[in-house]
């Protein structure tokens, strides 16, 4: 997959149509991946999921135990 790309801003047309005021290109969806940064593997996903469990366990059981003293 291919997108097309502008070398500045892209700006709204009188028509709601977008225009680029530059240089147009394209790039492969492979080379998109690569500009985003580093993606996440499945295994930090799952690693971060469980991190942000623990995360709200905890701090429901601060509030839990704030409530109850």
């Given at each position: 997959?291919?997108?097309l790309?502008?070398?500045?801003d892209?700006?709204?047309?009188?028509?709601?149509?977008?225009?680029c005021?530059g240089q147009?290109?394209?790039?492969?969806?492979?080379e998109?991946?690569?500009?985003?940064?580093?993606?996440?593997?499945?295994?930090?996903?799952?690693?971060l999921?469980?991190?942000?469990?623990?995360?709200?366990?905890?701090?429901?059981?601060?509030?839990?135990?704030?409530k109850?003293?």
């Amino acid at each position: 997959m291919n997108f097309l790309v502008c070398d500045v801003d892209w700006l709204q047309g009188a028509g709601g149509s977008p225009v680029c005021p530059g240089q147009l290109g394209n790039i492969t969806a492979e080379e998109m991946r690569g500009l985003s940064g580093s993606a996440l593997t499945w295994d930090q996903v799952s690693e971060l999921q469980g991190e942000v469990i623990v995360l709200f366990a905890l701090v429901f059981g601060f509030l839990v135990l704030k409530k109850l003293l």
